[in-house]
Nanobody
């Protein structure tokens, strides 16, 4: 069984940093495409970034500020978020799919965590 559990969310001021973690079980994170998504109230869920082995992809809105990585020893997906802005406030989700490549939409992903809230105040 696949389980994903996010942690690390919280409240920070503009310009601050947070590090989100997604602990995975039931599969090996380094062998699948892993993704971070976020959803703000009243908005659609959007992809933040993906990682497949050492290849990463980021949304334009977070490029240069967010970093997706894997901690293979802990079988965990990470999201380092720096220079945070109020518009980064959202519920953040990790996800994994059954496909060999990284999809760009939420329908490409089968398993999801419960989410962790990030709030950035101005």
């Amino acid at each position: 069984q696949v389980f994903l559990v996010e942690s690390g969310g919280g409240s920070v001021q503009t310009g601050g940093s947070l590090r989100l973690s997604c602990a995975a079980s039931g599969f090996i994170v380094s062998g699948r495409c892993m993704a971070w998504f976020r959803q703000a109230p009243g908005k659609e869920r959007e992809q933040v970034g993906t990682i497949l082995k050492t290849s990463t992809h980021y949304a334009e809105s977070v490029k240069g500020r967010f970093t997706v990585s894997l901690d293979s020893a802990k079988n965990t997906l990470l999201l380092q978020m720096d220079s945070l802005k109020p518009e980064d406030s959202a519920m953040y989700y990790c996800a994994v799919g059954d496909r060999a490549e990284c999809g760009r939409i939420e329908q490409d992903y089968t398993y999801w965590g419960q989410g962790t809230q990030v709030t950035v105040s101005s």
